[in-house]
């Protein structure tokens, strides 16, 4: 894997550094060819690495149909110099190839002077479609849908479907999945090319071969969840209608695709105590970096001050027994990691829906059970292992049976209380409408610190008598 990986990076570099030369030396032409046989997604990565001046002059030497695509695939630093670049002609022809919903992806990502224009040189009807959906919340599946879909009647036939298609299926964005409808734009039924194909009797009527029984999205579901139930029932579309049941758009897969890796980004990023960002790391600045983590870690860093304020309080403890301070790290450590284990499983159910706040019994019961089984083990590795290693291999006399016996009893607690805190924060956050990912790593880690020390410090208390 790793040489694959390799061999793909050198031929990017050679890639990339012969379509710089050939732009340097203006073989237009030799250019153009090269293109030919890309697929725009890889041009677009190819673009986005570009000198800023080379990038207007190569994406000029692309098709039209290319362009758009090309043009859909650029991170939004490179559409926004392109658009401010392009002549009035140029955008207009760029819009006119796009689909609806990545021309308002790209809205999305633009400042308000390029918006305006972008609205300037679409179609009327364009620009109203756009208007409508951009009033839907961000995160509804209204503002992820698309409007451009075949719509059949229940009483054309499966010829009559197929010349909608073949009149439509150019500016639709997806010919997979036909929705049927009523006169008044009710979503009645589906059928699918696969069934229309298979048909043989070309007078049928859609009505009767159609899928009568349809899942739906409202638009104002949100759409991680609208993207959830199309993994769920595999669906490579989803019909959305509004309150009145009226078929007002569809989601794709491929926008499918791009609201799970969002969603994955945004929760992993807050999980290590980051704040979102939809720009890619190396086009971040240094400064927007660190505007996205220094209120975390100075969050963080001024809640340790419990951990301090716990290890001040037992300052008597550790100067009569000064071995046990070198354990703490290990004990911290280990709570920490196990809280961790459990709050990612946690949150995982969670965004897939597989657990509920209804659960959080079972959850807790479930991971309780866990967490005496693996603090048991550890406490028994950890037994023999300060005996041995720490006691008399290192000849540390302060490493007594005794000593080692706080530790493993410090073990077995903390693993057990890490795992249920671990289970219990996201679903209370969830519970409360916080996003459970914050409750991941930082904010929990900090709870288990401070409870390894309380429950290390009252073993080392009653067994050492210190």
Known sequence: MAEAEERFEEVYDELRDELEELCHEKRYNDLRKRFLDMNPADIAWLFDDMPEDHLPVMFRLLSKEVAADVFINL??????MLIKGFSNSELEAILDEMFLDDTIDVIEEMPANVVKRILKYSDPETRSEINKILQYPEDSAGSLMTTEFIRLRRTTTVAGAFDVIRQKGDDSETINVSYVTDEERHLI?????R?????????????????????????????ESVVQRMSKYDFDTMPVVDAENRLVGIITFDDAIDVIEEEATEDIEKMAAITPSDRPYLRTAVFDIWKSRIPWLMILMLSSTFTGMIISSFEGALASCVVLTAFIPMLMGTGGNCSNQ?????????SLQEIEFRDIFKVIWKEAKVGLLAGAALAAVSFIK?????????????????????ISFTLICTVFCSKIVGAFMPLFAKKVGADPAVMASPFITTVVDALSLVIYFGFATVLLGI
């Open 75 to 80: 991170e939004s630093d490179s559409q926004e």
């Open 189 to 193: 039924g589906y059928v699918t090319i």
């Open 386 to 406: 300060v005996l041995l290693f720490d006691g008399m291999l290192l000849g540390n006399p302060e490493v007594t049976p005794m000593v080692s016996a706080v």
């Open 195 to 223: 069934t229309l194909v298979l048909e043989k009797d070309t007078s049928a009527l859609i009505g009767d071969i159609m899928e009568p029984n349809v899942i739906s999205a409202m638009t104002t579901d949100d759409k």
């Open 342 to 350: 459990t709050s990612a499983t946690v949150i995982r159910g969670l």
